[in-house]
């Protein structure tokens, strides 16, 4: 068998600040932790909900709670990290680490509408240089441009940790023996795609732009595109965006009209940052509308939601013209 680099030997290859390096080797291991809680399953009592709501006023299930405790733990203890931020939490938590340099945001496990029946799942990670040795919820509030690194891990038939620090984009698979080892050297999103993700079920609600690009798709050869397109739908961003960096296709989150008043419903500062600056470092595009870069949107709540367009560049620039 071919020896493959491991995560370690790849962050020490960037060059990065040890304090960068320590945090992203916290963060992956906190992975494999959650990874084998979630592997567990029923096994270890970890399904179903956990009968509380988070700020979001979304019930949380158990794993929700168990992967945000074990990334708060772990991170809180590192001390390169001078706080943290996560989905399922009301505000920040600064760390009581006085050397402190880094800020990270995380949304624990994404997908949880997929928890209970065996469906991918995964971790986001996104990472912030601190401006404070006693970060308030205003230092976490910075644009997407000044993330220093990013990660997701999938949870499914093979565990998988895809990774950024801004000089491309890396692909790692979990072994047997809990290590994460490089299986995809320099991941490229294909710039032209014949396939698109979006929960369908929502088409009477979206905007007449989003409806007119969809209806093109559906046509197939026969209608204004002139090619048959297949449609995907995971029900988590983290499956969804994982297929995409791995053979292409564009992910919609649109607005709706349900709640006029929401920009979206995806998370600006836990999903669409970090999944962005992957996207955009494997030579995709991740705007809110076709149009506007998501990581240049200011931020002003740490639980702030924007519409999500991204994928392969070619079809995100499509959908701007629908």
């Not at 397109?229 to 994982?242: G, K, P, Q």
């Not at 999944?275 to 149009?291: P, R």
Request: hydrophobic share 40%; aromatic share 6%.
């Amino acid at each position: 068998m071919t020896a493959r680099t491991d995560l370690a030997a790849h962050l020490a290859s960037l060059d990065l600040p040890q304090g960068l390096t320590q945090t992203l080797t916290i963060a992956a291991a906190a992975c494999v932790e959650i990874r084998k809680i979630v592997s567990g399953g029923a096994l270890v009592g970890a399904l179903g909900a956990s009968g509380a709501v988070n700020v979001q006023d979304e019930e949380q299930k158990k794993l929700d709670v168990i992967s945000n405790d074990v990334l708060t733990d772990r991170l809180l203890a590192c001390p390169a990290v001078a706080g943290v931020a996560s989905e399922e939490m009301d505000t920040v938590q600064p760390a009581t680490n006085p050397a402190g340099e880094y800020l990270v945001l995380f949304d624990p496990l994404d997908g949880s509408s997929n928890i209970d029946i065996n469906a991918p799942v995964g971790t986001i990670v996104s990472v912030l240089k601190s401006p404070s040795a006693t970060p308030t919820e205003a230092d976490f509030l910075q644009s997407g441009r000044q993330q220093v690194a990013a990660l997701y891990a999938v949870y499914a038939g093979q565990a998988m940790l895809v990774l950024t620090t801004g000089k491309g984009v890396a692909g790692f698979t979990l072994s047997h023996d809990g290590e994460w080892l490089m299986t995809h050297e320099d991941v490229r999103i294909p710039a032209d795609t014949k396939e698109f993700a979006i929960n369908m079920s929502n088409q009477r609600h979206w905007a007449e732009s989003v409806q007119r690009y969809v209806d093109g798709c559906l046509q197939g050869a026969d209608g204004p595109r002139g090619k048959n397109f297949n449609m995907r739908w995971v029900a988590a961003m983290v499956a969804d965006v994982h297929r995409i960096l791995m053979r292409g296709g564009v992910f919609l989150y649109p607005w709706d009209k349900r709640e006029p008043n929401k920009p979206g419903k995806l998370r600006l500062m836990y999903e669409g940052n970090p999944m962005s600056f992957l996207v955009e470092q494997a030579g995709g595009k991740s705007t809110t509308d076709g149009k506007q870069a998501i990581m240049d949107v200011t931020p002003t709540e740490l639980h702030q939601r924007v519409p999500v367009v991204l994928g392969s560049a070619n079809e995100v620039d499509q959908i701007a013209a629908a």
